[in-house]
């Protein structure tokens, strides 16, 4: 994100109001996939507030994450209908696959692991949801063959552009 994409974000919000922090880091994070330490620094002057309360607001919220996120968001539901169903026994099989924990990216980029309270599909648990699109009934083995058919997709995709 550029500096004057973010302060195009701060011109939307001109009286610099403490309460315009959330819509804020909302925008910022719809235009840059994530926030940065830098927009962080750069909101935190324009709104007078340390950049610690900049933080501690964010953090409170599961909505915000601080890195890039992966190529492949992969969303993991954790609702009482994909917990009963074994959703736990998924994301440790992912996490093990991935070798990162919920809330991490691959040193690779191309996966980021997220834990959500509800993907609103109880009747198809355990659920993951992968960029906005669902697998039902997940099991390990499932969801190990969905992270193979992504790496291979990318490879492929890699190979086309070097092409």
């Known amino acids: 994100m550029t500096d004057l994409q973010l302060n195009d974000i701060l011109g939307k919000y001109a009286e610099c109001k403490r309460e315009y922090l959330i819509p804020i880091l909302q925008d910022v994070q719809e235009a840059q996939g994530f926030i940065s330490k830098e927009a962080v620094q750069i909101i935190g002057k324009y709104l007078n507030l340390p950049s610690s309360k900049i933080y501690g607001v964010a953090t409170f919220y599961n909505q915000f994450r601080f890195n890039a996120p992966g190529r492949y968001i992969i969303q993991v539901c954790r609702g009482t209908a994909c917990h009963v169903k074994g959703s736990s026994n998924v994301l440790d099989a992912l996490q093990r696959e991935l070798k990162i924990k919920a809330g991490e990216t691959t040193r690779d980029g191309l996966f980021s692991l997220e834990v959500v309270a509800c993907l609103g599909a109880c009747g198809l648990a355990p659920v993951i949801c992968i ?33």
């Open 131 to 163: 960029n906005g699109e669902f697998h039902a009934n997940v099991d390990n083995a499932k969801a190990y063959q969905l992270i193979k058919k992504l790496i291979k997709e990318s490879k492929v995709e890699a190979d086309n552009v070097k092409s």
